[in-house]
């Protein structure tokens, strides 16, 4: 597992108790381990009507920061989809797939649901545009994510809420960091980078570069 304060991979090495309510059927309990790496602690917490172990201790997982050419709004949603993940891998989920709608539409893919807004970027031919094929691979895995066939996300349902595993919501993030490396960072780096050349041929008196 990755400890959610550093990020490093660690082995898990929990140890905890169990509670039985009084007069209740179902029992609550906790688990802690301690990361060897950044020395910080981990808690997590389940009772008898939940499936997965809710973490507590850190709130949320930590991730690398949105680079600053992301849209605000884009932004935020994001944010919000890393700090409910915890909590509720579903609301996560339905969080980072608005924000993949929302990136893929404001960059000419617009369909009537989020399945084939991703099938339109899959099938990209223009060479500047097409997608790596290492984000090709994820972001194509991600529309099996509750079966986006079965559950379209249109506008009206962008925040839908579908059964996913926490590693597959977690996954949904890791889809939208790439995205964000692909549609703003990387733009955003070819144009300084294009900026600055210019800038040193115009200074030499030759002609500026193309594109």
Avoid at 55 to 73: D, K, Q
Avoid at 176 to 205: I, N, S, T
């Amino acid at each position: 597992m990755k400890c959610p304060h550093c990020t490093i991979g660690i082995h898990e090495s929990w140890s905890g108790k169990s509670f039985q309510y009084y007069n209740q059927p179902f029992a609550f309990a906790y688990r802690a381990m301690h990361c060897p790496e950044c020395d910080k602690w981990i808690i997590q917490i389940k009772g008898d009507t939940e499936t997965d172990w809710t973490l507590i201790l850190p709130r949320a997982a930590s991730r690398n920061p949105v680079p600053p050419e992301v849209p605000r709004t884009i932004a935020a949603d994001y944010l919000e989809a890393c700090n409910v993940l915890p909590i509720s891998p579903k609301a996560s989920a339905a969080l980072s797939r608005r924000c993949l709608q929302a990136m893929l539409r404001a960059h000419g893919y617009t369909a009537k649901d989020l399945a084939k807004e991703v099938d339109m970027l899959l099938a990209e031919t223009d060479a500047s545009k097409a997608i790596p094929i290492s984000l090709r691979t994820v972001i194509d895995g991600i529309r099996n994510f509750g079966n986006f066939s079965a559950h379209p996300i249109t506008d009206v349902t962008s925040l839908q809420i579908i059964d996913v595993e926490p590693e597959e919501a977690e996954w949904c993030l890791q889809v939208l960091e790439e995205c964000f490396d692909h549609f703003y960072v990387r733009p955003a780096q070819a144009a300084k980078r294009k900026a600055a050349l210019d800038a040193k041929l115009a200074a030499a008196g030759k002609p500026l570069s193309k594109g």
